[in-house]
């Protein structure tokens, strides 16, 4: 061997694919089980929404934006490796945003199908045009994203903690927690065996025997009980065994999102909020990577998932991706890049292919929902802990339009509460506004109010009195409007002089309200009580 090549520099090899990728793929895949699971059942079983148009257009182009998504991030860890020289680099973890997922499912999808329904729409044309409403919608977020990708950093500086944080665990408290709660209970047995057995991974944080897959023992478990014990009659219900049938589609891009673009207008309140999310979400998330060792470009990140929503819209696909809270906890199992390239293509073929819905239809909800409960508690208990002790109280506040929405999806159920009764407690007369109409007033918008109210309760516990009452102002111009607060059941904006009767009231009431709480605390901001200084515990 010459002097000059033994000289020469080792040449740097990035080990991407390790054992601790296995574990890192079965959390990451899962999550992204679950939530395609829980938006086939809500669109399926709460909404009877044709299952054929679910698995066979919806899916396809939402596992296609996990599958892109996820391949760039691997790429982006080869490339952060390959520059810092450090074969430790893991990859962001990338998937369907679970509370926009839900959430989009509950209050803009499901609720547009049975809108068309009652104007006069057959089904199946009634289902098309709620998946075109959906396409743009994600068309819409992705756009949106793209922009805001830009300037998240300003939307976290003017929006405090509280109110993006409170935002977010009141979804979690309300639609992915109480939610699945429900589909535990369902089939508590094998519900609780599962919730049982991710609290004792997750949350207790202890090792199963043999390191063995919480999340996967506990999907496992439940499911071969499931099938062994539900066919006996032991769960008190009744068996049906699953189709155990393929549902092929291929995510072609489409203009089809054209056609459901003014209706998905009508959904911004709900829609934007999500978007958002995800984008200040993306910034927390890429700081916890550069804390845990790993210095990606935010704006990186961000247009990665603006990109991988906007290419899901337009291939079918409705439902967002986002960057995965929890970076340094798959770093912490060893994972590198493979559980990301593992996910993308499990997901991302198994929505072309069929084989994802077979799984959604094959384990039992039950055995899927811990999960989610887990996410949710995570959510909330991050919120409560990420801002001032002294704003906890701003996050507490902020719950409560997320309490109200649920109650409206609940009411609003024809299965629960028929709808001519609905109709009726809209509009029963009183000594107050009618009960069912204000809470359908404070679900719609809900997540847009929530962070106005705890961003309004943060800067009221911070004695700034002024800027609380600007936040106030904000509120009374999109009460009037029905960008939040919207007197119709269905959440449409709308000029308030063209409502009639008493959902009139709503718009003129709750603005006047508004303005007036928001004079009381500018003139109060001038009072010496006000201007004492108080000392916020960190």
């Known amino acids: ?283 927390n998330v890429t700081e916890s990577a550069r804390v845990a060792g790993d210095d990606y470009k935010t704006r990186d990140i961000l247009l990665t998932e603006a990109c991988a929503t906007l290419i899901a819209g337009i291939c079918g696909g409705v439902a967002q991706t986002t960057p995965y809270i929890g970076q340094p906890a798959y770093k912490a199992m060893g994972s590198r890049a493979g559980y990301t390239v593992l996910t993308g293509l499990f997901i991302g073929f198994g929505g072309f292919l069929g084989y994802v819905s077979f799984f959604v239809e094959f384990i039992p909800r039950a055995v899927l929902a811990p999960i989610l409960i887990f996410v949710a508690l995570d959510i909330m208990v991050q919120a409560f802990r990420a801002v001032p002790v002294a704003h906890t109280t701003a996050v507490a506040f902020s719950l409560f339009p997320n309490v109200a929405r649920l109650l409206q999806i609940q009411m609003s159920n024809t299965d629960i509460v028929p709808l001519a009764k609905f109709n009726e407690l809209l509009t029963v007369p009183g000594k107050t506004l009618p009960q069912m109409l204000v809470i359908v007033a404070l679900g719609n918008g809900f997540i847009l109010t929530a962070m106005l109210w705890g961003a309004f309760a943060a800067k009221l516990v911070d004695r700034k009195l002024k800027q609380a009452s600007i936040y106030l102002l904000v509120t009374a111009l999109f009460t009037f409007f029905g960008v939040i607060h919207s007197a119709n059941p269905n959440g449409n904006m709308y000029f308030p002089w063209q409502l009639t009767g008493i959902f009139q009231q709503i718009p003129y009431q709750f603005t006047i309200a508004y303005l007036i709480l928001a004079a009381m605390l500018f003139f109060l901001s001038y009072t010496k009580q006000s201007k004492e200084q108080i000392s916020l515990v960190e």
């Open 1 to 283: 061997m010459t002097q000059s090549a033994a000289a020469q520099p080792v040449k740097f090899k990035y080990k991407w694919f390790v054992a601790g990728d296995i574990n890192g793929f079965f959390g990451l895949m899962f999550d992204n089980l679950t939530v395609l699971s829980f938006l086939a059942g809500i669109m399926i079983f709460v909404f009877k929404y044709p299952a054929d148009i679910v698995y066979g257009k919806m899916f396809p182009g939402t596992a296609f934006g996990v599958l892109f998504g996820d391949l760039v991030y691997t790429w982006m860890a080869f490339r952060l490796a390959k520059k810092k020289n450090n074969s430790n680099v893991t990859a962001m973890p990338l998937g369907l945003d679970t509370p926009s997922t839900i959430g989009i499912a509950l209050t803009v999808l499901g609720p547009a199908f049975i809108y068309l329904k009652a104007q006069g729409m057959a089904v199946n044309d009634a289902a098309m045009m709620t998946w075109y409403i959906g396409m743009a919608t994600m068309v819409i977020i992705g756009v949106f994203k793209l922009v805001f990708s830009f300037i998240g950093g300003w939307v976290q500086k003017i929006v405090p903690q509280a109110g993006l944080l409170g935002s977010l665990a009141g979804i979690g408290l309300a639609l992915i927690g109480f939610v699945p709660m429900l589909d535990v209970f369902g089939l508590p047995v094998i519900g609780m065996i599962s919730l049982g057995l991710i609290l004792y991974t997750l949350v207790a944080k202890i090792n199963l025997p043999k390191k063995f897959p919480g999340v996967f023992a506990a999907i496992f478990i439940g499911t071969v009980l499931y099938y062994i014990l539900s066919p006996m009659g032991l769960f008190g219900v009744t068996y049906t065994a699953p189709s155990m049938q393929l549902h092929f589609g291929v995510p072609i891009p489409t203009l089809g999102f054209v056609n459901g673009f003014w209706e998905a207008l009508k959904y911004l309140p709900i829609a934007l909020p999500f978007a958002i999310l995800t984008v200040v979400g993306g910034i």
